[in-house]
Every structure is written in structure tokens, then in C-alpha cells.
T-cell receptor
């Protein structure tokens, strides 16, 4: 079974803090993704990576950056957290053409 | 830009009933479509992936169909159970050759015992 692990289920941070969300997959997948999910807006892509050190912006990259130094790990960074970044963050991975697999999500609250 | 619509937004059915969930998309040049379920507060679980060359995929009580020309997919759930209560989402790539997926906003299903 594919396993996508997100380091935290719940996270509370203060405005202006730098926040790191970590995601690890165990299936040697080339593609990894970060989405955020908000009520009424659905899932929106923040960034994705198609290989180590390679990344592409999604629909809403502003205020975020990513890092993929190793194939199994994809990190999302909130450079200076703001209250409008309070959301559920979902990491996913897949081999090209195969099903997308998600982690359990990180619910981030920025106060 | 690919747009994905799921109607209805919510559905309640009595246990044992067969039901159909709908997904429509605007750009028919897709190479696959994926169905997911999401339980409250959790991530998404992949249910079925249909390649563009296929018309149907089955897994247990679930059957998904794909009609690219009309931009539609359906997820059929047979003999529904309370454990099927969840939000069901469909997702498609934005046309050909892309790695990303566009998601519908989902149908929240409640199966009443």
C-alpha cells in the first residue's frame, strides 16, 4: 500500500512565523503535490514537483514556497504565516499516469 | 481552464439503496479521471481511476463510467451502507499532458440506517 505521511495533523502558529509542513512518500513516486482545501472553494493546487529539485507553481503559490531535496520528501514553507493561510493542507504523490494518493492532511490555524 | 462540477452537493439515501453520483468536466481532452472519497477531517482516499481508453472501472460495490465526448462521469454505488457516508470527489487533468488534477467540490453522501 502507498503511504503518504504528513508530519503533523494539527498545527497552531502565530502571524508572521515561518512554518514548515513536511510530507514523505514511500513509493518512489516522481510527482508530489501540495493542495489546500477550504469550505466552498474545494481543493486548490499550491505547488507540485515532478522530480527532485524541480517544481512548478500551481493556482495559488503566493505566500508559499517548496523544497524537494530528496525524491521521497516534499516540504511546503509558509514564509510569513498570515491568518488567511488558515486551512487544511493536503500532500499527494503519484507515479505518472497512476492514481493520486493523499496523506491525512494538516489542519493549520494561524492566529 | 478545466472546470469540474458535481451535482448534487449533498445527497441522503436510506441504507440498501443504489445510487449514482455525477461529475461533469468542460475539457474532454483528458487522459484519465479519478474518483475519491473523503471522510470528515481526513485526506482523500482513491477509489477508482479510469483511463481515457476505458468506459468503466469496477471495484466491489463501486462502478465508475466515463463518457469523454459528453464530458461526464458517474459513480454508481450498489446496496449503500452507512459506512459509505462521506464526501465523494472526482478529479481530471487540465487537458492533455499535464501532471496536475482539477477537483470538483464534491457530493456529500449520507446513508441513513
Amino acid at each position: 500500500d502507498v503511504k503518504v505521511t504528513q508530519s503533523s495533523r494539527y498545527l497552531v502558529k502565530r502571524t508572521g512565523e515561518k512554518v514548515f509542513l513536511e510530507c514523505v512518500q514511500d513509493m518512489d513516486h516522481e510527482n508530489m503535490f501540495w493542495y489546500r482545501q477550504d469550505p466552498g472553494l474545494g481543493l486548490r493546487l499550491i505547488y507540485f514537483s515532478y522530480d527532485v529539485k524541480m517544481k512548478e507553481k500551481g493556482d495559488i503559490p503566493e505566500g508559499y514556497s517548496v523544497s524537494r531535496e530528496k525524491k521521497e520528501r516534499f516540504s511546503l514553507i509558509l514564509e510569513s504565516a498570515s491568518t488567511n493561510q488558515t486551512s487544511m493542507y493536503l500532500c499527494a504523490s503519484r507515479r505518472v499516469g497512476s492514481p493520486l494518493h493523499f496523506g491525512n492532511g494538516t489542519r493549520l490555524t494561524v492566529t | 481552464k478545466q472546470e469540474v462540477t458535481q451535482i448534487p452537493a449533498a445527497l441522503s439515501v436510506p441504507e440498501g439503496e443504489n445510487l449514482v453520483l455525477n461529475c461533469s468536466f468542460t475539457d474532454s481532452a483528458i487522459y484519465n479521471l479519478q474518483w475519491f472519497r473523503q471522510d470528515p477531517g481526513k485526506g482523500l482516499t482513491s477509489l477508482l481511476l479510469i483511463q481515457s481508453s476505458q468506459r468503466e472501472q469496477t471495484s466491489g460495490r463501486l462502478n465508475a463510467s466515463l463518457d469523454k465526448s459528453s464530458g461526464r462521469s458517474t459513480l454508481y454505488i450498489a446496496a449503500s451502507q452507512p459506512g459509505d457516508s462521506a464526501t465523494y470527489l472526482c478529479a481530471v487533468p487540465p487537458g492533455t499532458g499535464a501532471n496536475n488534477l482539477f477537483f470538483g467540490t464534491g457530493t456529500r453522501l449520507t446513508v441513513i440506517p
